[in-house]
């Protein structure tokens, strides 16, 4: 019989043996005698001390580890049940050398007129006898989690879990400069791996194991990274909503979502339909810390000064802005792939920003009108008087050949009007708040905006030929609440 199980001693005495010296006997061989007691019938009957050994029979108690699985007539029949159990597991996991019975012990026992149920017991035995194979165990703070054919599908298991979340060539080059003690200057644009680690205690052991739960490294990388091999699938049911599907599994609406990317709130679901109810935990976490320098824009200063002799509303732009640069080295850290801290290591000034400088004016002007109307260009003369024209009525007079083109508000007053209106081309219309207001028309370009207060005399807009015009002139008009005005007859 193999050595690969335990036979004990004989317990064969030279006196007989009592029920209750049978007992103490038995308990000192195995602390579940009870269950051996409480299990096995004896037919004791007493004799004198004259008796001799040939009296007794040999049976042959049987356990697994400390659990009792009975008596048998014949050790060789559990060798039998043993080497069965072998072949057929050999049969099934033929990439491995099986073992089966490593853990069971038998212990001969010499009894009077006892009858074993050799069958209940080898059926029992072969129910609970367990084989098992050489392998290698990736332990997690010291608790095997995943089993392997041998130490190199371990390493290769690490190495897979990695390129999960770097490249082939990211994780050759981190493993040729990880011993370097000095490594090179990243220039801007470049980045490196300066870390690749599992956050958890991860050791390897080697152990014997039940072959079914050996794992190839593209499985087990699944499993460590899920805490599972298979999705939990959920077919849907008559009046199912996603709700009562998250609820159901103790999930949020959310979860469930975020498990389901092609589902959305008000998804239409089919009954059958297969969603995903697993939520994947994680049994180890791989951190990737990079290191990356950028070239990044200094943003500039906005400075603005007053001037007291600027009308308020101008501004004037006495400086333009620059960015600045400075070269910023980060180091970017990434758990499982997702980002979760980025931090400044280095600043390198390479340019100092230029600040942006606008002068405004702060003199308040009043938006009332003095009743004073100014010539509204540099010079010029009058190319159209008011009155009736190619068969219309000419509501203004038109102002030809300045001796530049800047238009000015004729007199104080808010601008009411700006943009584009027909035949006007772009029109300016300022109203002077003591019953007149005044018209700018064909302009190329409006310096004003609705309702800003513009002084006698302060830039409004260039003079054009925009809308229905013949060249280049300024089409001005007087209003007084509400009617056509010879501009001539206010105009100084």
């Known amino acids: 019989m193999s050595s690969k199980w335990n036979i004990k001693r004989d317990f064969t005495k030279n006196q007989f043996l009592s029920l209750e010296q049978s007992k103490k006997s038995i308990i000192k061989k195995s602390a579940v005698t009870a269950v051996l007691l409480s299990t096995v019938t004896f037919n004791l009957a007493f004799a004198n001390e004259n008796n001799t050994n040939d009296s007794l029979q040999?049976?042959?108690?049987?356990?697994?580890?400390?659990?009792?699985?009975?008596?048998?007539?014949?050790?060789?029949?559990?060798?039998?049940?043993?080497?069965?159990?072998?072949?057929?597991?050999?049969?099934?996991?033929?990439?491995?050398?099986?073992?089966?019975?490593?853990?069971?012990?038998?212990?001969?026992e010499k009894v009077f007129s006892y009858q074993t149920n050799d069958s209940v017991t080898l059926e029992k035995l072969q129910e609970e006898l367990a084989v098992e194979t050489e392998a290698y165990a990736l332990q997690v703070d010291g608790q095997p989690i995943v089993y392997f054919k041998n130490q190199k599908d371990y390493e290769e298991t690490l190495r897979l879990l990695k390129l999960e979340y770097v490249t082939e060539d990211q994780l050759q080059q981190y493993e040729k400069t990880a011993s370097t003690n000095e490594l090179p200057k990243l220039e801007v644009d470049e980045t490196r791996i300066n870390e690749i680690s599992i956050q958890e205690d991860i050791s390897g052991k080697e152990t014997k194991v039940n072959p079914a739960k050996i794992l190839t490294p593209k499985e087990a990388v699944k499993f460590l990274q899920t805490g599972t091999l298979e999705k939990e699938l959920y077919k849907v049911q008559e009046g199912d909503v996603l709700s009562k599907i998250a609820s159901k599994h103790n999930l949020k609406t959310s979860e469930l979502l975020d498990l389901n990317p092609d589902l959305e709130v008000d998804s239409l679901l089919q009954i059958g339909q297969e969603i995903n109810v697993t939520v994947e935990k994680p049994l180890v976490n791989v951190q990737v810390v990079y290191e990356k320098?950028?070239?990044?824009?200094?943003?500039?200063?906005?400075?603005?000064?007053?001037?007291?002799?600027?009308?308020?509303?101008?501004?004037?732009?006495?400086?333009?802005?620059?960015?600045?640069?400075?070269?910023?080295?980060?180091?970017?850290?990434?758990?499982?792939?997702?980002?979760?801290?980025?931090?400044?290591?280095?600043?390198?000034?390479?340019?100092?920003?230029?600040?942006?400088?606008?002068?405004?004016?702060?003199?308040?002007?009043?938006?009332?009108?003095?009743g004073n109307f100014a010539w509204p260009t540099n010079g010029g003369y009058i190319s159209s008087q008011m009155g009736s024209r190619w068969g219309e009525f000419h509501r203004g007079i038109d102002i030809a050949r300045p001796s530049n083109y800047d238009i000015k508000a004729s007199d104080n007053g808010v601008v009411t009007f700006t943009g584009w209106d027909g035949t006007y081309g772009?029109?300016?219309?300022?109203?002077?708040?003591?019953?007149?207001e005044t018209v700018y028309a064909h302009l190329s370009e409006i310096k004003v905006e609705v309702g800003q207060v513009v002084p006698q005399g302060s830039l409004i807009g260039i003079m054009g030929s925009t809308g229905r015009s013949t060249g280049t002139h300024l089409h001005f008009e007087v209003h007084e609440n509400g009617s056509y005005k010879n501009p001539l007859s206010y105009l100084d």
């Open 293 to 370: 320098v950028n070239m990044e824009k200094m943003d500039y200063a906005k400075i603005v000064e007053e001037d007291d002799e600027m009308f308020k509303g101008e501004k004037v732009v006495k400086q333009e802005g620059s960015y600045g640069k400075k070269e910023v080295t980060n180091l970017i850290t990434e758990l499982n792939g997702n980002r979760v801290k980025k931090a400044v290591t280095d600043e390198k000034v390479i340019s100092e920003p230029t600040n942006r400088v606008v002068v405004v004016g702060t003199k308040v002007v009043s938006s009332r009108g003095t």
């Open 58 to 108: 040999k049976i042959y108690h049987v356990y697994i580890d400390n659990n009792y699985i009975g008596p048998v007539s014949n050790e060789e029949a559990v060798s039998e049940v043993i080497q069965t159990k072998e072949k057929e597991a050999s049969t099934q996991f033929k990439e491995f050398d099986i073992e089966a019975g490593t853990n069971v012990t038998i212990i001969p």
């Open 426 to 436: 772009n029109k300016i219309v300022i109203d002077h708040n003591n019953g007149y």
